[in-house]
């Protein structure tokens, strides 16, 4: 398996605050990681940083991707996702629409929204963003960006705040991405999703100020 | 009282023959206020979300340069733009003073503090996860900008119905940059108190009958955006 990313003494400084210090990391294409470590110790900056949210205070961060713009092969799902203020349609093909596509948004829509457990397509396609619930949010942001069959999927805590059906409908919709080869990050300190995703366990452990 | 009685009658019988005066009164107020706030919104637009989005050194002082002019009296704004238009002023060659155009800029100069002040303001209050979704969906810097812009759009809609009610409503400006002139610049606002000052209770009130149906609509415009905007 080829290396996609490499990262060396890795430092995130927010202020005077020391968010993460990392002295090696590296993931190859294909595989699995699962970030864990107490609460502060940097798993969503980490992910921020992979993500290419933000520039590292210190270090080096490589990405050998596949030659275009990084940003377009990495996506983050973040742990309180945001959608537009749109139907949930427009939110999940917009990924697809930022890329130019306009033809066959319709059935990448359907395929998207049956991947994270949606069952009656129509009628979701429809609603409005407030009209969500917690987990129905939460699975339209993931429709979103699996629509876009990222290179890197990103999730921080992704079922730490939905109810138990839709942590299953998640779990289930990212082992399918793990089967086609997606390269999948996640944060978690829910043992039943480490245990249902798997990966390589990369502990973080707590950052001194 | 009975000034009253005869002046809302008086106001019905003008607004059911569609008085001229009071018809073209109606017009120049709709037309000067929808073309100084289109100009407006083509500069405060983006100026705003320049001011609100972009960090660069200065920011803050233009912030509260930005929302102090919310502030200015709108007679001082016909001042200035008066000294500039005058045929005395470096503008005076085009002939603005006593137009619809010279209203039409002191007007712009008026909305122009508001859309931008509150654009920045409702750029600055966008959730920031806004702007990592749309990163993480993979927009590029130009996409980043529309895509929050029309993300924003409740809130600039709002904008313009705000700065909208405020122009409509200005009698400063139009009397010192229109002049007041019958058929011509003559406004709404202007007219009330000119007919108002003459006696002539009746097209004031009917006019200000007009000023507010057009405040009613602008209001139940508001509260559809509000209504909107939560969707």
Redesign the interface.
């Known amino acids: 398996m080829s290396e996609l990313y490499r990262a060396r003494n890795l430092v995130q400084v927010y202020g005077a605050v020391t968010a993460l210090s990392l002295a090696s990391f590296a993931v190859n294409r294909g595989e699995v990681v699962a970030l864990t470590g107490p609460n502060g110790s940097g798993k969503s900056t980490l992910l921020r940083l992979l993500?290419?949210?933000e520039k590292p205070h210190a270090g080096e961060l490589i990405f050998h991707g596949n030659g275009g713009?990084p940003?377009?092969e990495?996506?983050?799902?973040?742990q309180?996702?945001?959608?537009?203020?749109e139907n949930v349609f427009r939110n999940v093909t917009?990924?697809l629409v930022?890329?130019g596509k306009t033809k066959g948004l319709s059935s990448a829509f359907e395929a998207a929204m049956h991947a994270v457990g949606f069952e009656d397509v129509e009628t979701m396609s429809r609603r409005?963003f407030?009209a969500l619930s917690g987990g129905e949010k939460q699975r339209v942001?993931l429709a979103?960006?699996l629509i876009?069959h990222p290179t890197v999927l990103l999730l921080d805590e992704p079922t730490s705040s939905v109810d138990a059906r839709s942590a299953r409908a998640i779990e289930s919709a990212v082992r399918g991405c793990i089967s086609c080869g997606t390269t999948v990050i996640y944060a978690t300190h829910d043992m039943a999703l480490l245990k249902a995703l798997g990966g390589r366990e990369q502990r973080l452990g707590e950052v001194s100020a | 009282m009975e000034y009253f009685s005869q002046g809302f009658a008086k106001a019905w019988a003008l607004l059911w023959c569609m008085d001229s005066a009071t018809i073209s009164a109606v017009k120049v107020t709709l037309s000067s206020t929808f073309i100084s706030l289109c100009i407006a919104l083509l500069l405060g637009l983006p100026l705003g979300f320049l001011l609100g989005y972009c960090h660069f050194p200065g920011r803050r002082f233009l912030r509260l340069i930005s929302d102090t002019l919310l502030a200015f009296p709108t007679v001082l704004i016909g001042l200035i733009v008066y000294a500039f238009i005058t045929r005395r002023g470096p503008l005076g060659e085009f002939g603005l003073l006593f137009t619809v155009p010279g209203m039409v800029i002191g007007q712009a100069m008026l909305a122009l503090p508001i859309i931008t002040s509150w654009v920045a303001q409702s750029v600055e209050n966008l959730d920031k996860r806004c702007r990592e979704t749309l990163l993480t969906l993979g927009a590029t810097n130009g996409q980043l900008v529309l895509m929050t812009i029309r993300e924003l759009r409740y809130d600039v809609a709002m904008v313009c119905v705000t700065a909208f009610g405020r122009v409509v409503t200005e009698v400063g400006i139009a009397t010192m940059l229109g002049g007041n002139i019958r058929y011509a610049t003559r406004t709404m606002t202007t007219a009330i108190a000119l007919e108002t000052s003459q006696g002539e209770f009746g097209q004031g009130i009917a006019l200000g009958f007009i000023l507010l149906l057009i405040a009613f609509f602008i209001n139940i415009l508001l509260v559809g955006i509000r209504r909107r905007g939560r969707v």
């Open positions: 993500a290419f949210l713009d940003r377009r990495v996506t983050l799902l973040l309180e996702p945001y959608l537009l203020k917009l990924g930022l890329r409005s407030h942001a979103s960006r876009i």
